[in-house]
């Protein structure tokens, strides 16, 4: 058994993959993950879809139990959350005092963005924990009449579970069209359509100005001075990385933890995986903070290899998503901020489609819906470099 201590702030995706990927690689000193959510890590995705439509329950998205945590040989302490770093002295505070770590790897994710009206005690929610998707989903069962405030993943997955439960549902979106930064202006139009195709009221290009009601939500009134009843009203306009407790440590915050190439936060000893790593994608020399299941995974790979030995070079990701949207399977992986943008196969408005963005020289970035074995191909010859005045025939084989 080695001496060596890796103690791993957060207890979500990140986290545990970090861990597994540590113990795969044959890490055999002691690890300890620091979760300040009173529950087992759980998996986030489902929480949005199967547990509010009620398919799956609240208690069924957990990654593992104790015991699996026992069998990896790993320290879990939920209810525990960091309060504080001192890398001078290689110790993180807690409640229960420090801990020591020769390496820690910070995974503490990031939260919704406060709702920004004067909100009523009852009836507005945001979406992130396993609480929260157990509160809507009461509500969803007693309230005919939801708002959505944001119509990026979130929210639009919200919409599209209230939807097959029959409710009346409103999407407000102060943007002109849903996910524009996501999937660019000419792809956003297909999201349009199909709120609509599916009976949601989309209202692009408003926001809301005020929550009408006293001791619970009653209405929305709408920037543009329309008023929208609603007994239920969940916001979904991003979120903010939980960085708070990392004030006065001397590592660099800015919208994340800002760390460098190979995912390292200054000291040597300190990485970040998942949503509160910022880092510069030497793919796009951008600045990035992936909010995304994939990208969580990939890093804490990255991450666990590093501590490990291995992974000399940068990081690099595949920036691959997923979202399901009233029944419908959508795919994407890539960069969708590039000039040139063709369908591949299917058409926009119908019910599949494979969409490639190219930077003028090669594919960048692929979208498919309900298409997933012409995605796999799509994104294969991406990652080859299929030039781009030759995509069509790498994708339709
Ligand atoms: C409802 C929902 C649906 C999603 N659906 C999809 C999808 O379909 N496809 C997709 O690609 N991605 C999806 N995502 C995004 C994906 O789930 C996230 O990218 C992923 O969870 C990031 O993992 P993480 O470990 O970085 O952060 P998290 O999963 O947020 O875990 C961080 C953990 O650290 C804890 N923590 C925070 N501060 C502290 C502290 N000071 N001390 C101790 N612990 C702390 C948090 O409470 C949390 O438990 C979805 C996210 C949500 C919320």
Not at 13 to 32: I, M, N, Q
Not at 254 to 265: F, P, S, Y
Not at 321 to 330: A, I, M, P, R, S
């Amino acid at each position: 058994m080695g001496t060596r201590r890796v103690v791993v702030a957060g207890g979500g995706l990140a986290a545990v993959r970090v861990t597994e990927f540590l113990r795969r690689r044959g890490f055999d000193g002691s690890v300890v993950v620091l979760g300040d959510e009173p529950h087992l890590p759980y998996d986030r995705p489902p929480l949005s879809k199967e547990v509010l439509t009620g398919k799956v329950g609240p208690q069924n998205v957990t990654f593992k139990d104790e015991l699996a945590f026992a069998e990896l040989d790993v320290e879990l302490r939920t209810g525990c959350a960091v309060l504080g770093l001192d890398p001078g002295r290689g110790v993180v505070e807690t409640a229960a005092g420090p801990v020591p770590y020769d390496d820690l790897v910070v995974c503490t994710g990031a939260r919704p963005r406060p709702v920004p009206w004067n909100a009523p005690p009852e009836g507005v929610f945001v979406l992130r924990t396993v609480d929260d998707a157990a509160a809507i989903r009461a509500e969803l069962e007693r309230c005919p009449t939801v708002v959505v405030a944001g119509a990026g993943f979130v929210g639009a997955e919200v919409a599209s579970s209230a939807r097959a439960l029959g409710l009346d549902v409103t999407v407000v979106e102060v943007q002109p069209t849903p996910l524009v930064r996501a999937v660019g202006p000419q792809v956003a139009a297909a999201f349009v359509s199909m709120h609509r195709d599916n009976g949601t009221d989309l209202r692009c290009g408003v926001g809301i100005a005020e929550i009408l009601g006293r001791g619970r939500v009653e209405a929305v009134r709408l920037t543009d001075g329309s008023v929208r009843p609603c007994d239920l009203l969940v916001a979904g306009l991003g979120v903010v990385p939980n960085v708070e407790w990392l004030a006065g440590s001397g590592l660099r915050v800015d919208d994340g933890l800002v760390c460098d190439g190979q995912l390292c936060a200054g000291p040597s000893n300190v990485h970040a995986a998942g949503d509160v790593a910022r880092w510069t994608d030497p793919r796009t020399g951008r600045s990035a903070r992936g909010q995304q299941w994939m990208v969580a995974v990939e890093q804490a790979r990255h991450v666990a290899n590093r501590l490990t030995g291995g992974a000399p070079g940068p990081f690099t990701s595949g920036r691959y998503f997923w979202t399901h949207q009233y029944g419908h399977h959508f795919q994407f992986a890539g960069d969708a901020c590039a000039p040139d943008v063709r369908v591949l196969c299917g058409a926009l408005e119908a019910g599949e489609f494979v969409v490639g963005y190219g930077d003028g020289r090669r594919l960048v970035g692929v979208l498919a819906k309900n298409r997933s074995a012409a995605f796999v191909r799509a994104k294969t010859a991406m990652d080859r470099g299929v030039a781009w005045d030759e995509v069509d025939g790498a994708v339709l084989g």
